[in-house]
């Protein structure tokens, strides 16, 4: 009797492939690493930047707020500019290039925030750290090259995971580290830390050949692919939503540093790193939350939700007067900024059509950059017109425009709930 090798048919070796191939699975414990540690990294001193621009600068708490305002709008501006170009140059050239760009660029730019000696240097190291950043896109496009199409669903979620779990512990070390220390050390070392993470990204990932000559193609119809996603009904409206919320969570960044530590001026780095590590926290269990609540309620009772937590948190913080209760504000607003971000992006799932659902994710991320970019300008100069506490009522005033719109919705066609 002769044995014979039993062959798939055609149509299903591929998933046979996908099915018995781990050799993505190491690579990518790597990845995860060094995203959480580029996370970890940035965390670690980034929410001082006020405190230490007032350093620097000698200002004045409205002036430093002011100045803080400037640095975070110029380096959102330079993510807008800058983001769509490196994606383009990563789907050309590679992602593993792209993500080692974007992460010593990084580093360097920590380095050079613990190096400056005035203002101007500051505004310069910023816009360099804008124009070179965006690690976790990168580390998203290289994570498409070595997960098989059935586990994106699962990379995607731990990368997200890993980062949001390191902008929470990061703060909470850095706080005390600062106090020990100075706020130019915590720039140095968050500069070690994420150089650490580059070099894991350089040793310990690959990526897969893919066909640039396609993608090059494929983008001489970008703006036309722009006007015809925009002409969708919904889509508008939702990426305008999306910029407001962004805008709004953005008010007061430049602040809140400044502000507790008019509250509590003896442990005033300490705290900063509790309250960024607490909404952290808040906006990582909300968003997973808000993907439960999203598979058993309609997406605009979700967004309703959102917006209402968020409006109660802004408008509490608006008339904080200690830090204890800085600290349980801050967790109720940072609940209802994830769910609202949540539940929006979400949205645009639902309102896209199937064939563009990854360019209409490319434009929730640049409506995202823009909110981020105009949001902490407009919080510095309110803050430095109006006192600390002000940017918190203007934040405070668009979550009501946000209630009132989730309202309305509330009242017309209903979607029904997203499956899970």
């Not at 007032?54 to 400037?70: K, P, V, Y």
């Not at 059935?150 to 980062?163: D, I, K, N, Q």
């Not at 909470?172 to 140095?188: H, K, N, Q």
């Not at 952290?280 to 605009?300: D, E, K, M, N, R």
Request: with cysteine.
């Amino acid at each position: 009797m002769c044995w014979r090798k039993l062959e798939p048919p055609p149509g299903e070796t591929k998933n046979l492939q996908l099915i018995t191939d781990h050799s993505w699975r190491n690579p990518f414990r790597f990845l995860i690493a060094a995203q959480f540690m580029s996370a970890l990294g940035f965390g670690f001193a980034s929410p001082f930047l006020p405190l230490y621009i007032a350093e620097i600068g000698n200002f004045s708490a409205r002036d430093a707020a002011l100045w803080a305002g400037i640095v975070g709008g110029i380096n959102g501006l330079a993510l807008v500019l800058a983001g769509p170009v490196w994606g383009i140059m990563g789907d050309w050239f590679g992602y593993k290039r792209n993500v080692l760009r974007a992460a010593f660029g990084t580093s360097l730019a920590f380095l050079l925030l613990g190096l400056v000696r005035n203002i101007p240097q500051l505004v310069g190291a910023r816009f360099f750290m804008g124009v070179v950043g965006g690690i976790l896109p990168a580390g998203l496009g290289l994570a498409t090259t070595l997960a098989p199409r059935a586990r994106m669903g699962f990379v995607v979620g731990a990368l997200y995971g890993v980062v949001y779990f390191g902008n929470t512990i990061g703060p909470l070390i850095g706080g005390y580290f600062v106090d020990w220390t100075s706020l130019r050390a915590g720039f140095l070392v968050s500069a070690g830390i994420i150089l650490v993470s580059s070099l894991i990204f350089l040793f310990g990932t690959k990526e897969s050949q893919k066909d640039s000559t396609a993608t090059r193609h494929d983008l001489k119809g970008l703006w036309g692919e722009i006007r015809t996603l925009s002409g969708v009904p919904g889509v508008r409206k939702v990426l305008v939503l999306l910029f407001l919320i962004q805008f709004a969570v953005n008010l007061t960044p430049p602040t809140v540093p400044l502000l507790l530590a008019s509250l509590d001026p003896l442990a005033k780095n300490t705290i900063v790193g509790i309250f960024f590590a607490l909404s952290g926290a808040a906006i990582t269990v909300s968003t997973y939350g808000s993907g439960i609540l999203a598979s058993h309620f309609t997406s605009q009772r979700v967004f309703f939700l959102g917006a209402l937590l968020a409006l109660i948190g802004s408008f509490l913080m608006f008339t904080v007067g200690s830090v204890a209760f800085a600290l349980g504000f801050g967790v109720i607003l940072g609940l209802g900024s994830g769910t609202l971000l949540t539940s929006t992006s979400a949205a645009v799932g639902e309102v896209s059509p199937a064939n563009r659902q990854g360019f209409a994710f490319g434009m929730v991320q640049s409506a995202s950059s823009l909110g981020f970019a105009v949001g902490p300008l407009v919080g510095g100069i309110i803050a430095n017109t109006a006192g600390l506490h002000a940017p918190f009522l203007a934040q405070g005033i668009v979550f009501v425009v946000l209630v009132v719109v989730a309202a309305m919705a509330l009242r017309g066609p209903r979607r029904r709930p997203a499956q899970a």
